[in-house]
């Protein structure tokens, strides 16, 4: 998605697939700024967050982080930003992974009002993580570039309609829900579950 977001992949597929060259508007200085040398704010720094990490740095980014329990692992090429805030106005580029807050969304307007303009924004986590009305608003005032894989509401059904202003925003690209719908992925959580199960009836511990 981040990819898809910084070179406008989807956008580009449709104008070519609707017959139209548009090599002007793709191809222009600025409209895409690369990965190499941008930063990238990591919102919630578990398992998956360090994972993000790794692959950010393989793009020669520069990795900011924050999560609500404290950055423990820390890393000498990692900085830990001292609140979400920080971490927007500094992130050319936020990729989220957090669990949603019972207390409401994490990520509202102060989140939004202080990313860079042009930034790109990316939530694979939890839909409710955010409030989709301030980050419409920031894509339309602060030109934000978003990705989406998940929504605050999402159809219980593998086929239905489906309507979300985010998702039918002509500036978001944007995924069915289905970041962990690979092979590969179903693998890794198949052994995770036996290596649960195994470290239980070995020591009677659950993660």
């Not at 419409?136 to 489906?162: H, M, N, R």
Request: proline share 3%; aromatic share 6%.
């Amino acid at each position: 998605l981040i990819l898809a977001c910084d070179r406008s992949i989807v956008m580009q597929t449709n104008d070519m697939k609707a017959q139209l060259w548009k090599k002007g508007a793709y191809g222009a200085p600025g409209s895409a700024r690369g990965l190499k040398g941008a930063v990238m704010g990591v919102v919630g720094f578990g398992k998956i967050g360090r994972e993000v990490a790794t692959r950010a740095e393989a793009f020669g980014m520069k990795v900011l982080a924050w999560s609500r329990s404290g950055v423990r692992d820390q890393w000498s090429s990692i900085e830990v930003a001292a609140s979400l805030e920080s971490l927007a106005a500094s992130a050319d580029v936020v990729s989220v992974h957090c669990a949603a807050d019972k207390a409401g969304p994490l990520l509202s307007s102060s989140f939004f009002d202080a990313m860079k303009p042009g930034s790109i924004f990316v939530n694979a986590a939890r839909g409710n993580v955010l409030n989709e009305d301030d980050l419409l608003k920031a894509i339309e005032t602060k030109g934000l570039k978003v990705g989406l894989d998940v929504y605050s509401e999402e159809p219980t059904q593998p086929s239905s309609p489906f309507e979300n202003r985010l998702a039918q925003h002509e500036n978001t690209i944007c995924t069915h829900h289905i970041g962990a719908a690979t092979s590969q992925a179903q693998g890794a959580v198949g052994e995770m579950v036996l290596e649960i199960v195994d470290e239980y009836s070995t020591s009677g511990d659950i993660r």
